[in-house]
C-alpha cells in the first residue's frame, strides 16, 4: 500500500495490467534516499480510457510517469515533443510534464539508455562486438538502437516472425546506414550456424520469464561458446535458464535487472533533475525478485 497523504509531486507508471511492476518500490526508495516529498504510483489504464487518461495527468498535476506494455506506442501520438531515441525506437516509456509549458508532454524511451548503461557495468562495452539479437519486439528496438548508436560492428536481429524481424532492421537502417545490421530467422539452424563467430548474444524475448522458469530459446544440443557474453533483458528470475546454460557452458552472463535500474535511472533524472541513487534502487529490487 503507498500512502500518498501530504506528498508534493506525483509521477506513476501507466500499463495494463500492473501486477508485479518493481518500478514503484524502485523509485520510491530513490525519493527517500534524496529527501524528495514524491510518490510513484500504480496507474492500471484499459486500452480504451488512454484518451482521457493522458490529458488526466496534467490535471491531477503529476509530474511525470513511466509507460509499460501495451501503451508504450499508442502514447505517441498525445506528445508534443518526442525525443531522438523515442522517434527512432518508436516508443516512449517515460512522459515528462514540463510545467512552463503548462502540460506540455514530453515523450522519451529510456531503454536504450538502461540496456546500454546495464551492459557497461558489466563491463561489457559493445563497441567493435559481433551482436546476435533474439527477437523483434519493443525492446529488441531499443536494444538494436543502443547497439548501433555503440557502433557495434554486428547486429543480426533472429526472430520467429520473419516479417517482424526484417521490418524491425529496414527500419533502423533508415537511422543508421553506416552500421551492418541484418535479419535472418531464428531457426536451430540459424543458432547452429553461428558457430563461435559472436562476442555477444540479448535475448530480448520474454522466453523464460517467470512463471515459465524452464522455458528456453537456446536448444541444449546447440553449444554456447564460452567466449561469448550472454544477456537477457528478462530480470524475473534473475538466472533463466538461458543465463543457467551460458554459466555452464563457462561463459559470462549478464541479467535484464540492470537495464530496469538503469532505465528507471535515467528516467528519474528526467523528471526529477537530480542522479539518481542507483545503488538503493538496486536494492529496493533486489528483494522482490527470485534467484529462480
Ligand atoms: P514484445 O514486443 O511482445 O516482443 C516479444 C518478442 O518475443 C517477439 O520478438 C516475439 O517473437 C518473441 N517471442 C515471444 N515468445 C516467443 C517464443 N515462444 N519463441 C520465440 N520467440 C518468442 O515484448 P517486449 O516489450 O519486447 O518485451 C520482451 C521482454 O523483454 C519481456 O520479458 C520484458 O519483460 C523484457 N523487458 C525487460 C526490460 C528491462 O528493463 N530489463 C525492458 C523492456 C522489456 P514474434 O515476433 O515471433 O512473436
Given amino acids: 500500500m503507498i500512502n500518498i497523504t ?10 495494463w495490467p500492473i501486477e508485479h511492476s518493481l ?4 523509485h520510491n526508495a530513490a525519493f527517500a534516499e534524496l529527501g524528495l516529498d514524491w510518490v510513484y504510483v500504480p496507474l492500471p489504464v484499459r486500452p480504451d480510457n488512454l484518451p482521457q487518461a493522458i490529458p488526466g495527468l496534467v490535471a491531477l498535476n503529476f509530474v511525470g510517469v513511466n509507460v509499460t506494455v501495451p501503451h508504450k506506442q499508442a502514447v505517441m501520438r ?4 518526442l525525443s531522438q531515441s523515442a522517434q527512432t525506437i518508436g516508443a516512449v516509456n517515460t512522459i515528462c510534464l514540463r510545467a512552463e509549458g503548462k502540460g506540455k508532454f514530453y515523450g522519451h524511451n529510456t531503454d536504450a539508455t538502461g540496456f546500454l548503461n546495464s551492459l557497461l557495468e558489466a563491463d561489457c562495452n559493445p563497441q567493435g562486438m559481433r551482436v546476435v539479437v533474439l527477437g523483434a519486439g ?3 528496438r531499443a536494444v538494436v538502437f543502443a547497439l548501433a548508436q ?5 547486429v543480426i536481429v533472429l526472430n520467429r516472425t520473419a516479417q517482424r524481424g526484417a521490418f524491425l532492421v529496414d527500419d533502423l537502417v533508415e537511422t543508421f546506414p553506416n552500421n551492418a545490421l541484418h535479419f535472418a530467422p531464428l531457426t536451430d539452424e540459424s543458432l547452429m550456424a553461428l558457430d563461435g563467430q559472436i562476442d555477444l548474444v540479448v535475448n530480448t524475448t520474454s522466453v523464460g520469464m517467470s512463471p515459465h522458469v524452464s522455458s528456453c530459446l537456446w536448444p541444449t544440443n ?6 561469448t557474453i550472454f544477456c537477457d533483458l528478462v530480470y524475473n528470475p534473475l538466472e533463466t535458464l538461458f543465463l543457467a546454460q551460458a554459466r555452464a557452458a563457462g561463459a559470462k552472463t549478464i541479467n535484464g535487472l540492470g537495464m530496469l535500474i538503469h532505465q528507471g535511472a535515467a528516467a528519474f533524472e528526467c523528471w526529477t533533475g537530480q542522479t539518481a541513487p542507483v545503488a538503493v534502487m538496486r536494492q529496493a529490487c533486489l528483494g522482490e ?3 529462480r
Fill in 6 to 15: 501530504g506528498k508534493t509531486s506525483l509521477v506513476g507508471l501507466i500499463g
Fill in 23 to 26: 518500478s514503484p518500490k524502485m
Fill in 78 to 81: 498525445y506528445m508534443d515533443e
Fill in 138 to 140: 519493443g525492446a529488441a
Fill in 150 to 154: 555503440a557502433k557495434a560492428d554486428s
Fill in 222 to 227: 546447440i553449444p554456447m561458446p564460452a567466449q
Fill in 289 to 291: 525478485v527470485s534467484v
